[in-house]
């Protein structure tokens, strides 16, 4: 080293005068770097103002609706914050309404800590993480669909003041122990009328087949009419002159016909989600892709992205992963509002039972952010206008028997089932949930003529989530007028 600066310095004596100027130069540099990360950052603080000034005057908008969802309360009975504030916080029961507790030491009085749902929004895994803590008593098994509805154009905002629901959706919130709450609807703000939840339909029983019929004739499901072409090609699939009349859902169905003829145990999770239902739907609903957009995969709500972002630091850029789904259809609307969510619970084996309440406790708060997503997106509405947005969900679970005379594998499949549901809003804020379809994908080549019914639900969906997109227009229409 010390030849090389001897060599060095007789050949540019200069370069010991220049070093100043030249650290003069970095110390400007780092100056002018510093300079512009304040002023990026101060910009970053200033957009962010723009924004929580936005916010407030959202929430003074949607106050109105809180008010008409939490009206006259009877004299005795505590108010339930409804779910749709700007935060999206749901406190079980607030320390506001409640000074002390009065349910005893088994039940939640008060907020000792951080409310789960703020866990939810930012884990990716914690609907996962909740199948450790649910509590299989409380489980039963879910009701079948309700008949489909004869009647239609019912009035939306229903008549309840027989009823006093309020009151004993509080009782049930009431009820919710302290170990896990979270794991129970209700804690949403959710009245699951699926019967699966034993404690919801234990509470409501006197009311049950009431509340049921009430929840069918708003939702009005019905189901569309196929092509006469597609109902010839289930009639006689192997009659060429109908293969030529169908020629997509013919080629689905021999994908579908290979598939099961081949099928091989052990299956995962994603090979049925890539196999069996990412074909169904994309042939089932918007088979040209022209209506909707469907992301595939472990998708992240945009409802979800947008509740993150409320407390996350505005000074860092970088994208949280949260909760993610299956399958998410997004409506053509100006904003990306979303309609329809998926969930794929297990493989075969068939995932345990904790694991499939948690999967559709999950699909029930992802409904509920997406109902909150569209209201928060035209804000200053009538009430009426929002309890008549209508989202749907669908949940596939693996049906199989055992047979204890196999030794690798217990069992022999008889086919998957998809659960399908909807979710409206009422007074209260209540988030009703219900199961309005239910079918099943084919075991085998021999029952290949059974997918119609998976065909005629999905075709149904498409038109009920077309019917979605149009109202959502309609609600933006209006919002317009309001400036």
């Known amino acids: 080293m010390v030849t090389s600066i001897a060599l060095f310095t007789p050949v540019h004596p200069p ?3 220049t070093l100043k100027p030249r650290r003069v130069n970095l110390a400007i540099i780092t100056d002018i770097i510093r300079e512009l990360f304040d002023a990026k950052r101060n910009l970053k603080k200033k957009i962010m103002n723009s924004v929580v000034k936005e916010s407030v005057h959202v929430t003074a908008h949607i106050k109105g609706l809180q008010t008409f969802l939490q009206p ?4 005795g009975t505590k108010s339930t ?4 504030q700007k935060k999206d916080t749901c406190h079980v029961i607030s320390d506001s309404d409640y000074d002390e507790d009065t349910n005893g030491d088994d039940h939640v009085s008060d907020n000792e800590s951080s409310p789960p749902q703020e866990i939810y929004m930012k884990d990716p895994e914690y609907f996962d993480k909740l199948a450790e803590k649910v509590d299989l008593s409380c489980i039963g098994i879910e009701e079948g669909p309700m008949p489909v509805c004869l009647k239609s154009g019912i009035s939306v905002v229903n008549n309840w003041d027989d009823f006093d629901i309020l009151e004993f959706f509080n009782s049930l919130r009431d009820s919710l122990p302290k170990k896990s709450p979270e794991i129970h609807p209700q804690y949403w703000g959710i009245l699951d009328l699926t019967g699966q939840h034993k404690p919801t339909k234990k509470m409501f029983i006197t009311k049950w087949d009431e509340l049921i019929n009430n929840f069918q004739q708003d939702i009005a499901w019905k189901m569309v009419e196929l092509d006469q072409s597609e109902i010839e090609l289930f009639d006689n ?3 060429p002159k109908t293969q030529q009349k169908t020629q997509i859902l013919y080629a689905h169905l021999t994908i579908l016909k290979s598939y099961l003829k081949y099928i091989k145990l052990p299956i995962n999770e994603r090979e049925l989600m890539i196999h069996i239902v990412v074909p169904a739907f994309r042939i089932g609903v918007d088979p040209n892709q022209e209506k909707f957009r469907k992301l595939w995969c472990e ?3 945009v409802a979800s992205q947008e509740i993150c972002r ?5 000074n860092d850029d970088r994208a949280s992963i949260r909760q993610k789904t299956n399958l998410i259809i997004v409506l053509p609307t100006g904003p990306p509002l979303e309609g329809f969510i998926c969930e794929v619970s297990g493989g075969l084996p068939a995932g345990c039972s904790k694991k499939i309440w948690t999967d559709k406790l999950k699909i029930m708060v992802g409904m509920r952010d997406m109902i909150n997503r569209i209201i928060k997106t035209f804000p200053g509405l009538l009430p009426e206008d929002y309890m008549k947005i209508v989202v749907f ?6 049906i199989f028997l055992k047979d204890d005379c196999q030794q690798e594998y217990p069992f022999w499949i008889t086919g998957l089932q998809m659960n399908l549901y909807a979710m409206d809003l009422r007074k209260y804020g209540i988030y009703r949930f219900g199961i309005i379809d239910k079918v099943f994908l084919p075991a085998s080549t021999q029952e290949l003529p059974a997918y119609e019914a998976v065909h005629v639900m999905l075709r149904s969906l498409e038109h009920r989530l077309s019917e979605l997109a149009d109202y959502c227009s309609d609600l933006k229409v209006k919002h317009s007028k309001l400036r």
Do not use: T
């Open 299 to 301: 998708q992240q709500l």
């Open 237 to 239: 699939i192997e009659d």
């Open 393 to 398: 969900g669908c949940q596939v679970i693996e």
């Open 81 to 84: 914050s409804p779910e749709i």
């Open 15 to 17: 370069s010991i005068v």
């Open 310 to 314: 409320i407390n996350q630091d505005p």
């Open 72 to 75: 006259s309360v009877p004299s």
